[in-house]
Structure formats: C-alpha cells, structure tokens
C-alpha cells in the first residue's frame, strides 16, 4: 500500500517520546520465561501503564471497531474523556472530516503490518464544532495479539499545551518513582538510571553511568541477560525475575519489565527497563513455599510434598515399567519418650531419627515427615525383593539403636509396613493406604520388625528371615558342603579342571542348591562369609588334587556381584592362606558374571585388580546371557570365557545357535581366552563344539556336581596325565 503523500519521517528523537518508544502490547502483556500468577501479571503490566500514563504523548489503545478501550492522562485531557471509563466513543469521530478517508486507509496499514505505521493528519478535539483541525502525527501499531490498535499521537510541529503539562509531570515521575528506572544503549551500557534505580542498587547515579548492565550482575544473571539480549532485538518485550548484585554485594531480586527501544529507520538503540524491587516478596514467598512442603522440624518433605512426590514416582513407574516400594514407618514408643523427656528431647530425636532413615536410603529416594512420630519412604525403581528388604531391616536396626539426647539418652523402635507399586496398588493414596495396614500389622506382629502388605510376600519374607537365621548356624555347624563339576577338555576328554558349586545340607530340608539360599545370603551379606569358606575348602582341595594328579589342576570358585562390592580388607588374608596351604594362586579360578564388568562402582574394578594381582586367574560366567561389551574382556584381563548354558542348549536346534558359539568362540580365542562352554548335555552338542574349536566344557553329558570323594573316583580312573 503506498504511504500517504504527507508522511514524514519522525522527528529524531529521545528515548522518552513517544515516537521511539514501542508500545506495551495489551490488555496484558504477553507471558514471559516466568509465569508466577496472574496477580504478578497485571502488578508488572501496571508498570509499564505508569509509564505511558505519564508519558508526554497522547496515547491511546483502540478496539477493532475503532471504539476507545484505554487511554492515558495527556489523551484524555485533550479529547476531554475520563479515562476510566472512556465511554463507546470512536478515535475516528475526532478525525477532521478532511483526513477520514486516510485515516482509514492508514488503520488497515496498520492492522496489515508488524511494523509500526506513520500519518500525519489534522484532529477536532471537540467533534461536531467547527473548531480548525490540530496537525498531529499519529503513529500506529497492531498489539501483536491481533486484538487491538495502539496510537500515540504528537503534536506535528510544536507541542501540545498538555503535553507540555505532562512532560514536566513526567520527570518529576522519573525522579520520584517507586520502580528503579534504566535505559541502556546498544552497546548495553548504561545512559539513563533514576534515583531510585541508584538506590535500590546502593549506587551513585553517576557510578552507574557508562557501566555495562552486566557489571550489576552476577555470573547466573550474566547468562541469562545473554540468552536475552539476541530475543531483546528481535524486538520481544520482555519481564524477568532477575537477580542483581548491590554494591555491598548482597542480592537485589527484581522484576525487570524491558521494552527495546528502536528508532525510525528500524534499528536497535536499546532497551528501557521498569525495575521492581521483590527481594522482600521473594523471600517470603521462599519461607511460605518451605513452610507450605517442608517439616520445620526434620526438614523433610511434609505430607503435602511427599503425596506430590508420591503422584510422580508412580506415574514415572508406569511409563518406564519399574517398580516402587512405599515404607510406611511408625516409631514404637516415642509418646514415652516425648512425654517424659519433654517436646524439645522428643524433636531432637525426630531430627536424628530422620537422619538415619536418610542415610539408609539412595539420595534420589524420597523421605518425609508425615506428621508425629510417621515416616515414609519412596524407594524408587527397585528390582529385586531382597534389595528392598536389605534396606528395611537396616531401618529397624538403625533405628532400634539408642538416640543422645543432650545428657539424656532413649531407645525407641520402628515398625514399617511395606507396600508395592504396582503388584500392591496402583494409586498413590491405596498404596499409602496398604503401608499403613501393613505397618499396623508390624505393630501387632510385636513391634521392631516389618511387613508386607501381601500375605504371600510376607510369608516369603518369614521364610526369607528364616532361611537367613539358619545360614548362620549352618555355617557355624558345618551344613554347608563344596560340590565339584568336572571341566572336561575337549582335545583329549581328561578332566582339567573343575568348578566348586555350593551345597547346603540342611536338617530338615535335605540337600539344597544356591537357587535357594544364596539370594538371601547376598541380601543379608553372609555371603562374604560363605565365600571365604568356599575359598578354604577349594585351596585345600586344589592342593591335594594337584599332589595326585598334577601341578595344572584348577579348581574355580563363584563370586557373585556383591562380593565385589565389598571391601579390600576381606580379601587381604588370602594371598597368606594360599602360601600357608602351599598353593600356586593360579590354581583357584575366580568365576563372576558379565554384571560385574559392567558396575560402574569403583571398587568392582579394584577387586578384580585385586584378585589379579594376588595371581588368581578370572573367568566370566554366563557369557552370552547378559550384554558384556566386549572391551570389557580386554579391559580387565579375563583368562576364561564361559559360554552359557542357554546358547549351548541351543545347539543342534538350527544354524542360528551354532553361529552365534562359533562366533564367541572365535572371538574369545582371538582375544587370548579360553573358552569352556557350560551345560552341556548331549554328544551332539559336544562334537559341535569341538568342531567349533572350543576349549573346554562342563555339564551332565560328563558329570553333574559331584562330592569330593566321587569325583576323586573320577579323576583316580583317568589315564595318568
Ligand atoms: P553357575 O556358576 O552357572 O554354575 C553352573 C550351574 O549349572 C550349576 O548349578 C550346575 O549344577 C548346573 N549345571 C551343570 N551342568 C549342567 C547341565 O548340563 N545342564 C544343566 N541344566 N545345568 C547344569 P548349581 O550348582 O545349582 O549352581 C547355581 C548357581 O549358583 C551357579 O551357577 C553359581 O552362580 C551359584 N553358585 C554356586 N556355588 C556358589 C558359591 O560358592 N558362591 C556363589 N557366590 N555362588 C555360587
Ligand atoms: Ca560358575
Ligand atoms: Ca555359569
């Protein structure tokens, strides 16, 4: 569309007038990065109307008929309207007749364009006389919601008799305002601060001046203001909530409404801010949020925030298919405590029953506060039932430990209810529902101990407590017995080696394998004991099986991961143990699972370190079963890989399962290891591995586990190597 033909171009311009200024956009401005409410909103938006309210323009937002919605003090001093309350009155009525029709021409411009749109045209400011027209300049713009028109309109040539009133009224609003004030240039240096902007910064005004605006922030607010300042040109009207540093260093939280400032050829001469002091709101706001989801006395989460919490957990659960233990935690007797030693004691000892509760759990678990003497906790993404009861029963003993209470001391004790998500319930309150029931029934069952919800859990749970008590004595009692499976090599059929498999030989229930007890023994960590048992008998009998049938004898031994995660110092007697029974080291094979090589715990590493430099020799367990990256092998220096017993079942049932033995086989032998393939059962499978080029192998197609005397017998019958 062509410009009128008495456009002019704006009059070069101060930041202050309205021509230069872009227009807040209306009724509210658009939502920034924060959102904190509505109220905030429109506290921020009336900012930013002080500002035109006052300006020394006549300025004025137009609904799309044309009707005037708002106004400020200059507009409605010169068309003599309240500017509460405009009344349904048409901008265009107060268009000298001569200039309607460009007038109109000039609001499709505008409504057509991003840009702001220029006339020049004469205004009646009492419609219906024949008063003579007023030249104005009239610049226009489209609020950028598409629902209304914003003009500011100037006296062309000289100045309005209000405007003048008004100009003096806005300096005087400058230096006096409440908000800080601050325009800064292109280059964001400071060119304009009022008074109270110096001050609420503890500055001079001149010590600001010049000063980038960067100077007043620190390096969080730095960052921010840079990610602004690419979106401050594109011409976007923004608020924040910024954190500026005051001279003395303390923090000065704001909000910072920033308008870009542009001039009439379109570029960036920068930006003029309206800031608000909020330090005190926010906080306040800090302290209610704290009161509102904290405990004040533990500092935990509160039932609030721990239900909140609880609604996230179960949903993540869902969507990623985990599972979740909810532990609903009652002390025993704490109304004693509380009511003899006092409410002060009793708080303390929440504090530091707290405390212990959260020390037992993975940080990314949530603890909290229900209220009295009520804990919960949310263990997150659990997978094995023994990893959640090894927390729960460090629970109760923790907190059946004595609690300092200044110079008093008292003993209390815990009784927890455990619920599942989802094999207990689905939703969050059920699931609080059924920790609480099971927690009761703790209660009932005596006190200091836990429950399930589940009747089949706890009967598990009963026998899984049982079942551990009974280790203990079983070792004490000798039960437990080394079982032997030969590993037969597959170039001449002599038995080379063999592997210690763990028997239990328990009174009442016969003879038991690892499936049955080794689960609890890793959850209750008498499986570090069990293990260096294991080790003794295995170097006594490797020691007497090489005397008799030569100084190549191995004899392997199983670790599972959590013996890996223990400490050094459990392991430091055996070097001294293997020279005592005068044993080579590298005759005890230490075999683990692929599981271990991919904890990314430290000690996991050392231990294998460990183990290797005591001279033992390492084999991988189970291989093909998990997913071991094959570095992983180089990577710790294994000596033997044992292809697991599903992919040699596999054999003989199509080409695929062959292919894949072949495949490790060639594999492993490349990377210098030897290669023992488990569980096999038929001759068939044997003669396909020897083909394959396989080392050894194991299982009932030779020999089970044995006593040692049987298969002492074995190896007696042997040919003499
Ligand atoms: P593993 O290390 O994979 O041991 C091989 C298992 O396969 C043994 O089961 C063995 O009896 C069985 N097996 C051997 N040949 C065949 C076969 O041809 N076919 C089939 N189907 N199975 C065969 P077992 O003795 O019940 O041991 C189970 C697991 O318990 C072992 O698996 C090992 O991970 C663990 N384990 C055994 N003893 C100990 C121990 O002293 N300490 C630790 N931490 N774990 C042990
Ligand atoms: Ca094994
Ligand atoms: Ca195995």
Redesign the pocket.
């Known amino acids: 569309m062509d410009k009128p033909p008495h456009a002019v171009p704006a009059p070069d311009s101060s930041p202050y007038d309205g021509a230069g200024l872009p227009l807040p956009s209306t009724p509210l401005l658009d939502d920034g990065v924060f959102s904190p409410g509505r109220i905030k909103l429109e506290r921020e938006q009336a900012y930013f109307n002080d500002l035109y309210l006052l300006a020394p323009v006549a300025y004025f937002v137009l609904g799309l008929d044309g009707v005037i919605v708002q106004l400020n003090l200059v507009a409605a001093e010169l068309f003599g309207l309240a500017r509460g309350r405009p009344g349904h009155v048409l901008f265009r009525s107060y268009v000298h007749e001569a200039f309607r029709h460009d007038y109109d021409q000039f609001v499709q411009r505008v409504l057509n364009s991003s840009e702001p749109e220029r006339i020049q045209l004469q205004v009646r400011p009492h419609p219906g006389t024949q008063e003579a027209g007023l030249p104005v300049s009239l610049l226009g713009s489209a609020d950028p919601n598409g629902q209304a028109l914003r003009l500011v309109l100037e006296q062309a040539e000289g100045k309005l008799a209000a405007l003048e009133r008004s100009e003096e009224r806005f300096r005087r609003i400058v230096h006096s305002a409440e908000e800080g004030i601050w325009e800064i240039d292109a280059q964001a240096l400071t060119s304009f601060v009022n008074p109270k902007m110096a001050h609420m910064l503890g500055c001079q005004i001149e010590d600001m001046l010049g000063q980038p605006l960067a100077a007043f922030m620190d390096d969080e607010g730095r960052a921010i203001l840079e990610r602004n300042i690419a979106r401050r040109q594109d011409g976007i009207a923004e608020r924040h909530e910024f954190k500026f540093v005051r001279r003395d260093g303390s923090a000065l939280w704001a909000t910072l409404a920033t308008n870009p400032i542009f001039d009439a050829g379109g570029s960036y001469l920068g930006a003029l801010a309206l800031v608000g002091d909020i330090t005190a709101q926010r906080e306040a706001s800090g302290r209610i949020w704290q009161q509102a989801n904290f405990d004040q006395v533990t500092g935990l989460p509160n039932r609030h925030m721990f239900l909140d919490r609880l609604h996230n957990e179960t949903r993540r659960a869902k969507r990623e298919g985990t599972c979740l233990a909810l532990l609903f935690i009652d002390l025993d007797n704490f109304k004693q405590v509380n009511d003899s030693l006092g409410h002060e004691k009793g708080d303390t000892l929440l504090r530091q029953a707290a405390r212990r509760i959260s020390e037992r759990v993975r940080a990314t678990d949530t603890v909290a506060r229900l209220g009295g003497d009520e804990f919960t906790v949310i263990l997150a993404g659990v997978g094995q039932l023994a990893g959640i009861e090894r927390v729960v029963q460090d629970l109760v003993t923790a907190l059946a430990m004595p609690f300092a209470l200044d110079d008093d001391s008292a003993q209390v004790s815990a009784s927890v209810g455990v619920a599942l998500y989802p094999a207990d319930a689905e939703a969050a309150e059920i699931l609080l529902r059924h920790a609480d029931q099971a927690m009761y029934a703790a209660k009932n069952a005596g006190r200091n101990g836990y429950r399930y919800f589940t009747p089949a859990l706890q009967q598990a749970a009963e026998l899984r407590r049982n079942t551990v008590r009974e280790m203990r004595l079983a070792l004490a009692q000798e039960q437990f017995e ?2 032997y ?1 030969p590993i037969v090599s597959l170039h001449d059929g002599a038995i080379a080696r063999a ?5 239990w030989r328990h009174p009442l229930r016969g003879l038991l ?3 049955e007890f ?1 689960a609890f ?2 959850a209750n960590g008498l ?1 570090t004991d ?2 260096d048992w ?1 080790f003794r008998q295995a170097v006594r009998q490797a020691q007497q099986w090489q005397v008799a049938y030569g100084s190549g004898f191995q004899i392997s ?4 991961p ?2 890996f995660r223990g400490d050094a110092a459990l392991y430091q007697g055996w070097p001294d143990h293997l020279r005592r029974e005068g044993l080579p080291p590298g005759a005890i094979v230490i ?1 683990t ?1 692929e599981g271990v090589l991919l904890d990314e715990a430290r000690q996991v590493g050392e231990r294998l370190r460990q183990f290797r430099a005591m001279g033992l020799a390492l084999a991988l ?2 291989f093909g079963s998990g997913q071991t990256s094959l570095a992983c092998l180089q990577k710790f220096d294994i000596d033997f890989l ?1 292809i ?2 599903s992919l ?2 596999a054999l003989g049932q199509g080409d695929a399962g062959l292919a894949l033995c072949e495949a490790i086989i060639a594999l492993a032998q490349r990377l210098g290891l030897k290669v023992v393939a ?4 038929t001759a068939q499978q044997r003669d396909l591995l020897r083909a394959a080029g396989c080392d050894y192998a ?4 030779f020999a ?2 044995l006593p040692a005397p049987q298969m002492e017998r074995l190896l007696s019958a042997q040919p003499a190597a």
């Open positions: 080394v079982h499976q592997e210690a498999l763990l028997r394998a690892p499936a080794i023994a890793e499986i069990i293990g294991v031994i199983n670790k599972s959590v013996e075999e699972t367990d189970d044992k697991d017993r040699v079942g488990e569980g096999v059962e194991q299982g009932f197609l089970g586990a």
